[in-house]
């Protein structure tokens, strides 16, 4: 399977723990975005990263959230201590980053906080 | 605040007809408009991307960009039930980089 890959697919986490979740970008694709889709809600930008760089984070909020592209393995958004209101759909999309600048979404990671 | 508005409809057509879809953007200096495809409980699907003033065709959809009225339209001629979905358009400033995205228009298609 050459899509973006997300893992894993559904996540349940208590109010306070953490949460990591995982992208691999298409093959040849190393441009790797982060959206989040709340409940009844459209999908928000978050972070655009490049491997060992993040290109635009205008739209991660500004506490217990962070994201990386090392440059082995996988992207990683991580969120401490979730609260209630983190619990949302969470989609990681690639892109080659020269050439065609098309975004390709993984299947999404579904984040219940309880 | 940069913005991407769209009908939230529900837009129902009968099966063999034209879905019209539309998408206004705030911004002026946008670049690259797409549009996907959600079907409930799934992820966004590419199925449409236009650069340049004009249309642009794929098999039964046609998009179609007017940057001086700040416009996108989504075309789906000989809609099916297997259309009915939610459609994003969505819009970047740059060469790459981060979509905006509209609240989506569902559509539903009627045997």
């Known amino acids: 399977n050459a899509g973006v890959m997300q893992n894993p697919r559904h996540l349940v986490r208590r109010r306070g723990q953490e949460a990591r979740l995982r992208c691999s970008p298409m093959k040849g694709h190393s441009h790797v975005y982060w959206y989040r889709q709340l409940p009844e809600e459209g999908l928000k930008f978050m972070v655009y990263?490049?491997?060992?760089?993040?290109?635009?984070e205008s739209g991660m909020p500004k506490e217990r959230f962070s994201a990386e592209f090392p440059k082995e393995g996988p992207s990683i958004l991580r969120i401490q201590q979730v609260v209630r209101g983190d619990s949302a759909a969470y989609f990681c999309a690639s892109s080659p980053g020269t050439g065609p600048l098309e975004q390709y979404f993984g299947p999404g990671t579904r984040l219940t906080v309880t | 605040q940069k913005e991407v508005e769209q009908n939230s409809g529900p837009l129902s057509v009968p099966e063999g007809a034209i879905a019209s879809l539309n998408c206004t953007y705030s911004?002026?200096?946008?670049?690259?408009f797409f549009w996907y495809r959600q079907y409930s409980g799934k992820s966004p699907e590419l199925i449409m991307f236009?650069?340049?003033?004009g249309d642009k065709e794929d098999g039964r959809f046609t998009a179609q960009l007017n940057k001086a009225s700040q416009y996108v339209s989504l075309l789906i001629r000989d809609s099916q039930p297997s259309d009915s979905a939610t459609y994003l358009c969505?819009?970047?400033?740059?060469?790459?980089?981060?979509?905006?995205f509209g609240q989506g228009t569902e559509l539903s298609v009627k045997p």
């Open positions: 969505a819009v970047s400033e740059n060469q790459g980089g981060k979509l905006i």
């Open positions: 911004d002026r200096g946008s670049q690259s």
């Open positions: 990263l490049q491997k060992e760089n993040i290109i635009d």
């Open positions: 236009i650069y340049s003033n």
